[in-house]
Structures are given as structure tokens and as C-alpha cells.
């Protein structure tokens, strides 16, 4: 087994095309990953690989970028196929596969996946299409109706292969990969390696490289972290405002990407805050110079990437803040670890938007961390801080006497008291205009699952937080419905494969379905009454062990 070490590699250093490399410098990353580091290499070389990473590693271009680079662009086949657990993943490779693709034209990457309609991904495949990434159940679905043809097929990923196998997709995944040619590349990612996995190994792997990240673990008790559910496009202001309101001495903002890190430099300097930036295109002059800075006070705030704050070395930093969530989780461990130094007290602040909550997830589960939701201050309470702050201001103003040259300002407007003058005075520094309008940073945000109930956090692995589908599940019975599935023991149904059948169809979390009762020939299972829509127009008829089901309302309980 090789493990990974410290040591770091330079994309530059990988013998890559430069359309690629272009691509990676534009996505900002100055390095690659322990896990990137190590795997691309093996797969140039054709290698089957075994990576043994958590979510977040950036596992997704440590396969990704090899195999794109394989691609032919002018063979309008299948060449290469990804299977993963659930639409969202399907969605992210997807995505990043694209921006990788950015200067490398005529390769199409599709995503395929339950819940969207199939009709579509029919005709985006017959105008043909290199790179497949979809769940095993609907990728099956295609090969069924010979909607997709995978014969060309010269490379097989497996991502969350062990989320996969809990899932119920074992089936599916064998039937899947039985049908690729034999002289094919496998590669399989997992966090765990339990025996089912070993199991596929053997059977559909040649000789594997197995390489696994070493991860650290997290010891940051004195560090107070919170995070921040904000819009993209509001994340400057809710930056300020958390500025404003904590008013730290020093504070640290951590980008993914240099250019980044000089736009969010410039947007702060636009607004009055002294920033600057620190990353890997500054020359050593420039560095020394910020740094000098920061260390004597004259900087309040330094926007970094990850990289280029290797060398930072002051203790007392009040708050590090997470503006971009980290593309490696252990990049979160080093960024936070930046404040609450030398026995002091530390804030970290972590942003998050849109489906980044799940990988946020991930993090807390991989650092052992209490991350909770912050409240965003209102713009009252900026008011109220500023209106605080500046009334100390008058009394100390006041202590320290010297005051008759002004003194006679205020006699020369005699028309006035001396109390409208003062609360005109009060008016002119402190109004703004923004507190008396509508604050954009309270609209409500997109809805995903409270991931302050702990049953969000628990790892399946752990059995302190597994949940039983068999027995009293604790939710709340009055909202939970009861659906009919025409699969039972018979069939050697496991309440996994229903949970991960509902769960990737439907597109909902399968820790919100509550008791599986199964029988010799069909199945019970409680779902939120909220959801039942969602699941029967997704999959009032499925496949589940290889077998067509249908799924349907069920009479209520006597």
C-alpha cells in the first residue's frame, strides 16, 4: 500500500497538455492535492488504482484530470463512464469535468441521473457524448433500452464506491461493469475499504495501486467555529458585516484562487478596510512587505490562498475566515489552526453556499468538529454597534476636557438647543440609509436539511449514529405516510436498497425515512408526509434488485 506524504506536487510538473494545465490555472489551483499527487501519475501510466480519500479531497480531479486527457474528441463514443452514488455527485463530477474541459474542445461530458426526464438524456446521447458520469440505477435504465452503449468504454470510475455498496447498488454496479470490456481501466475511490469493497477489487481490478491519504486530526478547542449560510453574491457583504461587528485586530480570509483572492482584495480596499492580498504570483519583495504589515498592525485584514499562508507565523490572528469552503479538508484544519494560537482564544468563520453544505458536512465529520450556524447581524445591529462605539467616542472626547474653541461653535447656533444640535450631530455620523432598507442578507436562503440536528453528522460507520429501518425510528409518527413497494423477502431485499432507491430517485435525504417493514412479498416504508409527492412522481415505478417494482400509496395502519 503506498501512503501519502507531505510533499506536495506542481501541476506543472505532471506532463500534462497545456489546454489542461491552462484550465487548472484558471480554476486558480497553485498545487495539487496528496491525493492528486499521487494518483495521477498511476493512471497515466494505465494503472488501476484504488484511492482511499474522504469527500473533499479533491479526489474528483485526481481521476478526473487523466482521464480527460485520454479523451478523443474526434470519436464520438463512450469512452469513458463514472458510476457515484447520488445526483448531486453526478452534478459536481459533471461540472468540474467541464471547467477542466475549458480550452479542450469537442468533448462532451453528460450527466445521467434518476428524477430528470429521461427523454432528455436520450437525445443529448444520440448527439453523441465521451464522458458519462450517472447512479447506477438510471445508467442500467439506458443500457436497457439501448439508449447507451458502452463498448468503447477504456476507463471505469467508481466514486463512494462504499456509499454505493450501502446503498444497494452492488447489483447494479456488477451488472454494470460485466458488460465493459475486459482490457478496460478500473478505478475505485472510497473512503472505507470494508470486504465488500476488497470483494470488487478482486474481481474487477488488475493488480491495483492502493493509495491512501493520511489524514490529521483536529485538536482546536479553543477556536469558536461557526458557519455562515450566504448567497454567492452576498458573501462581501456578509464578510463586512461580520467585520464590522467583531471588529478584530487581524483577521485572515482564505480563497481557493488567486484571482480571487485580488478581486475580494480590491472590493474591500473600495470600501474602506485595509487589505491586501498574499499568493503564490506576488514576488518575495511583495510577500515581505505584506507580511511586515500585517505583523505591525498597519493591516487589518490579509486575503490568502492556502498555499501562500504556509509562511504565516503570528499568534495572536482574532479570526480566520473561510470565504470559499476548502476544496481539501485538511486545508481546514490548517486554516483555522492559524487563529486561537498560544493558549489565546480563536474565531473561525466558514461560507457557505448553495449545495456546499453537503461538503461541508464531510469536513465535520472528517475534524471531529463543532461547526455550528452562526446568525448573520442585522443591519439594526450594526446600527446599534456603530451608534455604541461612537457615543464612548464623545464621552472620552468629553473626559479629556479642551473643548471651549468648540463650545463656541454650538453658542454661535443659539436658534437651537443644545439638544437638537447634539442629536443632528448624531444623525450626520451615524444614519444609513441601508439600515431602514430591506436587508438582502436575510432573504430567505434556499432550503436544504437542518444540519444543526445531529442526525445530519453521524457517520454510518458509527453505531452511535446509525438508525435503525426496522424498529421505532424516533421521528414523529403523525407526519410520517406509509408507501406499498412490490419487492419483499423473497427477493432478498434489504431495507438499504430501499432507502437508496428513494434516496437518489427521489432526491431526498434517506435519513428522513423513517420505519421498513419487510415482508415475503412486498414492503412498507414510513416517509415524511411532505415528500410523498416527490417520491411517487420520481418513482411510481423502478427497478430495485434487478427487479421492476412499482411504489404506491398504502393503506393506513388499523
Same mark, same amino acid.
Given at each position: ?211 491512501? !491519504? ?92 492556502? !498555499? ?5 507565523? !503570528? ?244
Amino acid at each position: 500500500m503506498n501512503q501519502t506524504n507531505p510533499n506536495k506536487q506542481n501541476f506543472q510538473e505532471m506532463n500534462l497538455s497545456p489546454e489542461i494545465l491552462r484550465a487548472i490555472e484558471d480554476m486558480g489551483f497553485e498545487e495539487a492535492t496528496p491525493i492528486q499527487s499521487q494518483c495521477i501519475a498511476q493512471i497515466q501510466a494505465g494503472k488501476d488504482v484504488i484511492g482511499q480519500s474522504q469527500t473533499g479531497t479533491g479526489k474528483t480531479a485526481a481521476f478526473g484530470i487523466p482521464l480527460l486527457e485520454r479523451i478523443d474528441p474526434d470519436f464520438p463514443k463512450v469512452q469513458a463512464l463514472i458510476l457515484c452514488p447520488t445526483r448531486e455527485l453526478a452534478i459536481q463530477i459533471s461540472e468540474e469535468f467541464n471547467k477542466l474541459l475549458r480550452y479542450r474542445k469537442g468533448v462532451r461530458v453528460l450527466p445521467i441521473y434518476g428524477g430528470q426526464p429521461i427523454e432528455r438524456q436520450i437525445s443529448a446521447l444520440k448527439k453523441g457524448v465521451q464522458v458519462v458520469v450517472g447512479t447506477p440505477g438510471r445508467i442500467m435504465d439506458h443500457m436497457e433500452r439501448r439508449t447507451l452503449k458502452l463498448s468503447e468504454v477504456s476507463i471505469a470510475v467508481l466514486d463512494e464506491a462504499d456509499e454505493m455498496l450501502d446503498m444497494g447498488f452492488r447489483d447494479d454496479i456488477e451488472f454494470i461493469l460485466e458488460k465493459l470490456r475486459e482490457d478496460r481501466q478500473t478505478l475505485l475511490f472510497s473512503a472505507t475499504m470494508p470486504k465488500s469493497i476488497l470483494d470488487l477489487t478482486i474481481r474487477y481490478q488488475n493488480n491495483p495501486k492502493h493509495i491512501t !491519504v493520511i489524514r490529521n486530526t483536529l485538536t482546536v478547542p479553543s477556536i469558536e467555529q461557526l458557519y455562515f449560510e450566504v448567497r454567492e453574491s452576498l458573501k462581501l457583504e456578509a464578510l463586512c458585516r461580520l467585520i464590522d461587528v467583531e471588529s478584530p485586530t487581524l483577521s485572515l480570509v482564505f480563497c481557493n484562487t488567486k484571482k480571487r483572492v485580488d478581486e475580494l482584495t480590491e472590493q474591500l480596499q473600495g470600501r474602506g478596510y485595509f487589505a491586501e492580498s498574499l499568493h503564490g504570483d506576488l514576488k518575495q519583495m511583495q510577500r515581505d512587505s505584506v507580511m511586515r504589515k500585517f505583523r505591525n498592525r498597519t493591516l487589518e485584514i490579509l486575503v490568502a490562498t492556502d !498555499v501562500a499562508a504556509r509562511g504565516i507565523d !503570528v499568534d495572536d490572528i482574532d479570526i480566520v475566515f473561510n470565504y470559499d469552503l476548502p476544496q481539501d479538508e485538511e486545508y481546514y484544519i490548517h486554516r483555522i489552526g492559524r487563529t486561537g494560537r498560544a493558549g489565546r482564544e480563536g474565531q473561525s468563520f466558514t461560507f457557505v453556499a448553495g449545495r456546499e453544505i453537503y461538503k461541508l458536512r464531510e469536513i465535520m465529520r472528517h475534524t471531529k468538529a463543532q461547526i455550528k450556524r452562526g446568525k448573520m447581524p442585522t443591519l439594526i445591529d450594526i446600527e446599534e454597534i456603530k451608534t455604541r462605539q461612537f457615543t464612548e467616542k464623545i464621552k472620552t472626547i468629553m473626559e479629556d476636557g479642551h473643548l471651549s474653541k468648540y463650545a463656541n461653535i454650538v453658542e454661535s447656533l443659539g436658534d437651537y438647543s443644545t439638544m437638537d444640535i447634539a442629536a443632528a450631530l448624531f444623525k450626520f455620523y451615524l444614519h444609513d440609509e441601508d439600515a431602514e432598507a430591506e436587508d438582502v442578507l436575510f432573504e430567505e436562503p434556499r432550503k436544504f436539511r437542518n444540519f444543526d440536528d445531529d442526525r445530519g453528522f453521524y457517520d454510518k460507520n458509527d453505531k452511535n449514529g446509525k438508525h435503525s429501518k426496522n424498529s421505532k425510528s424516533g421521528k414523529n409518527t403523525k407526519n410520517m405516510v406509509r408507501l406499498f413497494i412490490t419487492i419483499g423477502k423473497k427477493d432478498k431485499v434489504q431495507p438499504r436498497d430501499i432507502v437508496g432507491t428513494i434516496a437518489n430517485e427521489a432526491n431526498i435525504s434517506g435519513g428522513l425515512i423513517g420505519n421498513i417493514d419487510i415482508y415475503e412479498d412486498f414492503t412498507f416504508v414510513d416517509v415524511p408526509k411532505n415528500t410523498v409527492n416527490k417520491i411517487l412522481s420520481a418513482i411510481s415505478t423502478t427497478k430495485i434488485k434487478n427487479k421492476k417494482v412499482k411504489i404506491e400509496w398504502a393503506k393506513p395502519r388499523r
